[in-house]
């Protein structure tokens, strides 16, 4: 069986390697963990909307389509559209829209869609002075601060004519941005009069929520910024973007090529992921951020809704198919979440989780395990289990509150995982090794105590330690008389199954009681109270057990003579003699650290088995020590004076145990104790003669075995009378046998 000290390196061994390497590995079921938490950090404190954020969502909702019809509109209504929006004094137009095909609703679309040559040539010749639609939209794009959407894709054409100028401070950035193969772009004719072109892609988990976005991305040689970066840059008129990266002045790396630090555009100075990569902290959809198209469309837009803000034009309507999912909401509007990636750029809202994140949680981990597994061990289980919940308590409130007021994402999940598992596999091998040592105890103690305080103890196996202690103890000892005599000619077996009858019932009656059978001595029998575990009123369930015994003992003759008349032989009556006494003894594993008994030693356990032994001078079977009547003094006593046993000088005052309390409040045994205290007071003044004849008339009318306690006592006073009461007489009497 593992000591508790062995358990717990065992344990701390185990749970170290389940759960610790995690935070080195940082494997990917660890990352949804943390977006599981991130997420709900999002809906319980979610970016409150301004309405006065700079930002504008012009959507093709259904309205938009019930007035204009199904979508793809004609090229020539999205260039009035553009003008609607420029002449409302739009800072930036972002269509979150890739028009990489010709305008289906043109002209010359139409007329090649026409089977017949001749009705071609008719309708051609109808439709010359029609504008052309990619024409009108391309025209309406000139001078107008339109961006236009294009998607980095594994498919397409591999060239990016990005509008922004590039600056970068520090380490190559391209290494570090994701990287795409092919783009698809708008046409040629579009892409040439926007002032901006910007990348819609965004960087899906696995559960394919939006909650990353990259700022900027890289086909080829060439860097891509986002739409919404690209919005930004042109709303302020910026050629430019900087990017800083690792070892730039002011972000040393030591030299490490950590990646991307910072993306600067005009007075925007945004801190990103080594990817170039930004978290944004949605908002739930707000009806002051979209307006219709049709709206905007009929005029129907105040001025001051538009004029200086970033515009996104995308789709609202559903059924168009760009939805995505956030953190706040299962289905968004795609273009919601550019103009929320700029709302979040420009309110300072965005989240930030820094490099060195992994690394401290990883730390705190470790000290939450190093905190964790001792206190398990050493101190009680509430306490353990108040400081675990205490800890998980801490990481999930400091993390939520550095995401509420600085928006750093913190993972407490790992380190309450590690706090956790380390508690579970604590837990269990103490459990188990609890439980060890339980079945060790119940191996140790089980034909020795009473099941109830085994099992008390069980719960304390730690108290099973080589030593003692000194604690009150009511001791009983037993002994068998004459067994020379009744085993006298009884084969080994015969004597063995004696034995066996005789200790099993007198065992049972201590064990019944709560008592704790210290050892056999051959017929004789040891037994005490109050110890491994404190014992209440256990005077009283030594003087119960003493009286079962005595019950027990007369339903062992009655079965023997039974026998013996059936077997036709003779019967030999079995007598116990048995001793009681209270007062502190020394208890303990007494032994070697390999082999030990728990015992008792002792001057008191001495006296019982000395007092035992004066129950054969006053020929009765139960001789308990004043402590004992005083302890329980309800019961049936009798008054046998004061004796000197052998090994001992100072007198004790015994008492003979003639029933329980029942008993003692019978008008027989009242009547009978009456005579026996006159008895008494003769004897303690000298008047042997009328003390033996009170015993005269109680062993004529004791009940039961009780008359040979009056014939020996008789016989005493009987001597006395004849020796005369000579000078220095004492009322004591001195047994100087054991």
């Not at 040689?221 to 900087?242: C, H, M, N």
């Not at 005077?539 to 119960?544: L, Q």
């Not at 007062?583 to 082999?595: K, Q, T």
Request: with cysteine.
């Amino acid at each position: 069986m593992l000591t508790r000290k062995q358990a717990f390196f065992a344990a701390s061994l185990v749970a170290a390697a389940l759960f610790l390497p995690w935070g080195a590995l940082q494997p990917r079921a660890l990352d949804d963990m943390r977006n599981v938490v991130f997420d709900n950090f999002q809906r319980g404190a979610p970016r409150v909307y301004d309405p006065e954020t700079p930002v504008r969502v012009v959507g093709v909702d259904e309205e938009s389509l019930k007035a204009y019809g199904q979508w793809p509109w004609p090229r020539t209504r999205l260039a009035e559209l553009v003008e609607r929006l420029r002449a409302l004094g739009a800072g930036a137009i972002a269509f979150d829209f890739i028009f990489s095909e010709p305008d289906r609703a043109s002209p010359h679309m139409l007329v090649d869609a026409l089977e017949d040559a001749r009705l071609r040539a008719d309708v051609s010749k109808l439709l010359a002075k029609a504008s052309d639609g990619d024409i009108a939209f391309a025209n309406a794009l000139k001078g107008a601060p339109v961006v236009l959407g294009a998607t980095l894709a594994p498919t397409g054409v591999n060239d990016f004519s990005a509008k922004a100028g590039f600056v970068t401070a520090g380490d190559d950035p391209a290494p570090f941005l994701y990287a795409f193969p092919a783009v698809v772009a708008p046409l040629p004719g579009l892409a040439a009069n926007a002032q901006g072109l910007g990348a819609t892609n965004w960087l899906p988990d696995r559960d394919l929520v939006v909650r990353r976005v990259p700022l900027l991305s890289r086909l080829g040689a060439a860097i891509a910024p986002s739409l919404a970066l690209e919005a930004l840059r042109v709303a302020q008129g910026e050629p430019s973007i900087v990017i800083r990266s690792s070892n730039a002045s002011g972000q040393t790396a030591f030299g490490a090529q950590t990646g991307v630090n910072a993306v600067k555009v005009g007075a925007f100075q945004i801190a990103t992921g080594p990817n170039a990569e930004v978290r944004p902290r949605y908002s739930h959809s707000a009806p002051a951020r979209d307006i219709s198209a049709k709206a905007v469309l009929q005029n129907q837009v105040a001025r001051g809704e538009i004029e200086g803000r970033i515009v996104f034009v995308g789709a609202l309507a559903v059924g168009l198919g760009d939805v995505r999912a956030t953190p706040l909401d299962p289905v968004t509007p795609g273009v919601d979440v550019h103009a929320q990636i700029v709302e979040s750029l420009a309110s300072g809202a965005l989240l930030s989780r820094p490099d060195w994140a992994p690394g401290l949680e990883y730390v705190v981990a470790i000290v939450a395990f190093a905190l964790t597994m001792p206190l398990l061990f050493a101190a009680p289980q509430l306490l353990s289990a108040a400081f675990a919940f205490a800890a998980i308590g801490a990481f999930f409130g400091g993390s939520f509150y550095l995401f509420e007021k600085q928006g750093l994402l913190l993972d407490p999940a790992y380190p309450s995982l590690v706090v956790i598992g380390a508690y579970v596999v604590g837990a269990v091998t103490l459990w188990r090794t609890e439980i060890l040592a339980r079945r060790q105890v119940r191996r140790a103690f089980g034909k020795f105590l009473a099941p109830a305080v085994v099992d008390r103890i069980a719960e304390h196996p730690e108290r099973l330690v080589l030593g003692g202690e000194t604690r009150e103890l009511t001791v009983l000892f037993s002994d068998l008389r004459n067994f020379s005599g009744i085993s006298e000619g009884m084969s080994a077996r015969e004597l063995t199954q004696f034995m066996n009858d005789y200790l099993t019932p007198m065992t049972d009656a201590i064990l019944e009681c709560e008592g704790t059978v210290d050892k056999y001595m051959g017929d004789a029998i040891l037994a005490f109270w109050n110890a491994p575990l404190d014992v209440t009123d256990h005077p009283r369930k030594a003087v119960e057990a003493a009286l079962r015994m005595r019950a027990e003992m007369a339903r062992f003759n009655a079965q023997r003579a039974q026998a013996a008349q059936a077997a036709g032989r003779l019967h030999v009556e079995a007598a116990m003699g048995l001793g009681l006494n209270i007062g502190p003894c020394s208890v303990g594993n007494m032994g070697s650290i390999r082999r030990f008994d728990y015992s008792i030693l002792g001057d008191n356990v001495n006296l019982a088995s000395r007092l035992e032994g004066a129950s054969k001078a006053f020929s009765t079977d139960i001789i308990a020590s004043g402590a004992v009547r005083e302890a329980v003094p309800d019961m049936a006593w009798l008054d046998l004076g004061r004796i000197v046993v052998a090994g001992r000088s100072e007198p004790t005052q015994v008492f003979a145990l003639a029933g329980d309390a029942d008993v003692a409040k019978t008008d027989t045994y009242v009547r009978w104790r009456t005579t026996h205290d006159a008895m008494r007071a003769h004897y303690e003044a000298g008047r042997f003669d009328a003390a033996a004849e009170c015993a005269a008339e109680l062993a004529l009318k004791a009940p039961g075995a009780w008359p040979a306690l009056y014939l020996a006592m008789g016989k005493r006073y009987s001597a006395l009378a004849q020796q005369g009461l000579h000078e220095g007489w004492s009322s004591v009497w001195n047994l100087l046998s054991k």
